[in-house]
């Protein structure tokens, strides 16, 4: 199998997958390696993963984990998010340029210059930022803690939020604040079309629509329950309805069927596209070939300076602990 140019590709595709899978199984056992994936990846990725979640549980993953090489399946941020949390071991991501809309609609600098504008504010970033952006906040969130985390401060607290635009208007509704809000956005939970899923939710009337926070207020209002991926996952499998209309990153309805294979999950659609679901190009640069080709030669490796990871360090603890006392 070493011998092997993986970038060339293969003649006969099954058969070399199944050869990669048993290579990369080998490599992990050799290397004391961990594979982490997120829910928006390829199928055929998260089924090969030691773990796979959502950003918070990715991030609390990668703390505990004793294996000297994590390898973060999904896009740039998650796996310098992993180096800062885990800054004595090596960590690899499949490709480099597997990169974030939403962390790049925030520009580090910018963002500070924003903080200094409107000073006396506590600093909430959203997981899906840079670590250069962490290096500027005073608590991390990720859509599963949100809410709880920003309740957990005073009523009156002063509260600046980023980069999400369309996740800070939905707590800010929900909690009664008035969190001054960064102007960013995630390109695919942007481009949900509503009127294409009013008229799926005529052809399953029977459905109900599950919505990330991600999304417009528009597409959050029609919804039926609104939460993270891990939150809509948990809904879809306890929930007794047996047709759902998933807003967000279609790659969640791999493991929605692996856990529900009776029922029927059906991808929102994007507003500018004739395809029948909605994918991050980013987490789809992710593949069996270049998570075997990151292991075996171990690159690409995340790098985060020291001082930044001494800094951004301090946002994500604070988020994981609260999150322990809130049992989430």
Excluded at 206 to 230: R, W, Y
Excluded at 303 to 317: Q, Y
């Amino acid at each position: 199998m070493n011998n092997i140019d993986i970038s060339k590709g293969f003649v006969d595709k099954a058969v070399c997958v199944e050869n990669i899978k048993e290579e990369i199984a080998k490599l992990k056992k050799e290397k004391n390696a961990v594979v982490l994936a997120h829910y928006y990846t390829e199928g055929e990725i998260q089924d090969i993963a030691d773990f796979v979640g959502d950003s918070l549980a990715l991030a609390q993953w990668a703390k505990k984990t004793d294996a000297e090489i994590i390898v973060m399946c999904g896009v740039h941020f998650m796996g310098e998010t992993a180096k800062i949390l885990c800054p004595g071991k090596k960590v690899l991501v499949p490709d480099l340029n597997a990169g974030c809309s939403l962390a790049d609609s925030c520009n580090a600098d910018d963002f500070g210059a924003f903080i200094k504008k409107n000073p006396g504010h506590t600093v909430i970033s959203y997981v899906n930022t840079t670590a250069a952006v962490k290096y500027h906040t005073d608590i991390v969130v990720t859509s599963t803690n949100a809410r709880q985390i920003v309740e957990s401060l005073p009523a009156d607290e002063k509260i600046i939020f980023g980069p999400d635009r369309n996740l800070g208007n939905y707590i800010n509704s929900i909690t009664g604040r008035n969190m001054l809000l960064w102007d960013g956005a995630c390109h695919v939970h942007e481009k949900f079309s509503l009127e294409k899923i009013l008229d799926l939710k005529k052809e399953y009337p029977s459905a109900k629509i599950l919505a990330h926070p991600e999304c417009k207020k528009v597409i959050l209002t029609v919804a039926d329950h609104v939460g993270s991926t891990a939150a809509l996952l948990n809904f879809s499998i306890k929930d007794d309805c047996d047709t759902f209309i998933v807003a967000t990153e279609s790659g969640i309805l791999h493991e929605m069927q692996k856990k529900c294979p009776q029922k029927t999950f059906i991808p929102a659609p994007p507003m500018d596209s004739t395809c029948a679901c909605n994918e991050c190009s980013f987490m789809r640069l992710n593949s069996l070939e270049k998570l075997y080709n990151t292991l075996n030669y171990e690159l690409p490796e995340v790098t985060v300076d020291e001082d930044i990871i001494e800094r951004a360090k301090l946002p994500i603890d604070r988020m994981l602990d609260i999150s322990t006392k809130l049992g989430l």
